[in-house]
């Protein structure tokens, strides 16, 4: 079992910048380094959408074309924790936000897009961008 808690979210005008954090834990959690790890959305009314994605070697990662060039994924293996950074906020990214991740046994540079790729979801945060 993995549980992830993100944090980080909040009220913020347009223009501005957040970071998320996804920090992991459990029984069977030992390093980001073992997953694959994505970020995704959820506007009211609409359906969950994938933000930003990671793979478990570090060094593939893509971004819905909505946020490309202003979101950054990124995580911090000794802290066990996954980072959204996002800047030039617009209203359009008022979402909640949910971090993922799906344990990878081999090695290599893959990423997963879909929702129903992940495995363990954390709880989400809200971020609303006001103009």
């Known amino acids: 079992q993995v549980q992830l808690v993100e944090s980080g979210g909040g009220l913020v005008q347009a223009g501005g910048s957040l970071r998320l954090s996804c920090a992991a834990s459990?029984?069977?959690?030992?390093?980001?380094?073992?997953?694959?790890t994505g970020w995704f959305r959820q506007a009211p009314g609409k359906e969950r959408e994938f933000v930003a994605v990671?793979?478990?070697?570090?060094?593939?990662?893509d971004y819905a074309d909505s946020v490309k060039g202003r979101y950054t994924i990124s995580r911090e293996n000794a802290k066990n924790t996954m980072y959204l950074q996002m800047n030039s906020l617009k209203p359009a990214d008022t979402a909640v936000y949910y971090c993922?991740?799906?344990?990878?046994?081999?090695?290599?540079?893959?990423?997963?897009?879909?929702?129903?790729?992940?495995?363990?979801w954390g709880q989400g945060t809200q971020v609303t961008v006001t103009s």
């Open positions: 993922a991740v799906r344990p990878i046994y081999s090695r290599g540079s893959m990423i997963f897009h879909h929702e129903n790729e992940y495995v363990y």
């Open positions: 459990g029984p069977t959690f030992s390093t980001f380094s073992e997953y694959a």
């Open positions: 990671q793979s478990r070697s570090g060094d593939n990662t």
